[in-house]
């Protein structure tokens, strides 16, 4: 990200390795889920990256929200929202069986009052994680790009994955910014997109 222009970003929409240390009913794992170092420099170069007055959302893992809420306040970050996606299904039952995901709506500066706010409370829909151990649906991130992205906008997306973000990002006639780690998301996600 630090050879990426300051202030060029409309915005962020991204799904950080939760610190958990995941793997997944197949054994598949997510890389630097099992320590928190890049945290804080990463959320600083999202708020550098990303223009004034703007949004950046990020889905975290409820067992590091302090991490992740330190991570964002020093980097300039404003919390001014919080989502939940109500999922059909439990992804993981220890002591709760949990049934949704959240994401908080970060704010850099003051931005506009989107012109359709969404509801806190989403639907998830099952995409039975095919292409990535922790896969988003593209269904659920459409109406994020919408409100929080200005037409023609670009969107970001750091932990990119198997690329559910940029499609939902393309689907919503926004230009697009993923970047992978992993060399087989990295495939994935270039795949669906058509960018091989």
Same mark, same amino acid.
């Given at each position: 990200?630090? *050879?990426?222009?300051? &202030?060029?970003?409309?915005?962020? !929409?991204?799904?950080?390795? =939760?610190?958990?240390?995941?793997?997944?009913?197949?054994?598949?794992? +997510?890389?630097?889920?099992?320590?928190?170092?890049?945290?804080?420099?990463?959320?600083?170069?999202? =708020?550098?990256?990303?223009?004034?007055?703007?949004? $950046?959302? /990020?889905?975290?893992?409820?067992?590091?929200?302090? !991490?992740?809420?330190?991570?964002?306040?020093?980097?300039?970050?404003?919390?001014?929202?919080? %989502?939940?996606? @109500?999922?059909?299904?439990?992804? /993981?039952?220890?002591?709760?069986?949990?049934?949704?995901? @959240?994401?908080?709506?970060?704010?850099?500066?003051?931005?506009?009052?989107? &012109?359709?706010?969404?509801?806190?409370?989403?639907?998830?829909? =099952? #995409?039975?994680?095919?292409?990535?151990?922790? @896969?988003?649906?593209? *269904? +659920?991130?459409?109406?994020?790009?919408? &409100?929080?992205?200005?037409?023609?906008?670009?969107?970001?997306?750091?932990? $990119?994955?198997?690329? /559910?973000?940029?499609? &939902?990002?393309?689907?919503?006639?926004?230009?697009? %910014?993923? +970047?992978?780690?992993?060399?087989?998301? =990295? *495939? #994935?996600?270039?795949?669906?997109?058509? $960018?091989?």
């Amino acid at each position: 990200m630090g *050879r990426l222009p300051s &202030a060029s970003v409309d915005l962020v !929409l991204t799904d950080p390795p =939760y610190l958990v240390r995941y793997r997944d009913r197949a054994g598949r794992t +997510i890389r630097n889920d099992a320590s928190g170092d890049w945290l804080r420099p990463a959320f600083a170069e999202m =708020y550098r990256l990303l223009k004034p007055d703007t949004f $950046c959302v /990020s889905f975290y893992g409820w067992n590091a929200v302090d !991490l992740f809420g330190a991570a964002w306040r020093e980097a300039g970050f404003r919390m001014v929202g919080h %989502l939940v996606f @109500q999922k059909p299904y439990a992804s /993981s039952a220890r002591f709760l069986a949990h049934h949704h995901e @959240q994401a908080f709506l970060l704010a850099k500066g003051r931005p506009a009052v989107p &012109a359709a706010p969404i509801a806190d409370v989403q639907p998830w829909t =099952y #995409t039975g994680n095919r292409l990535h151990p922790t @896969q988003k649906p593209v *269904r +659920i991130l459409k109406p994020l790009v919408r &409100a929080f992205s200005p037409a023609n906008g670009l969107v970001l997306d750091p932990f $990119c994955g198997s690329g /559910s973000s940029l499609v &939902a990002a393309v689907a919503e006639g926004r230009a697009f %910014l993923g +970047i992978e780690l992993d060399p087989d998301h =990295y *495939r #994935t996600a270039r795949d669906r997109l058509g $960018c091989g």
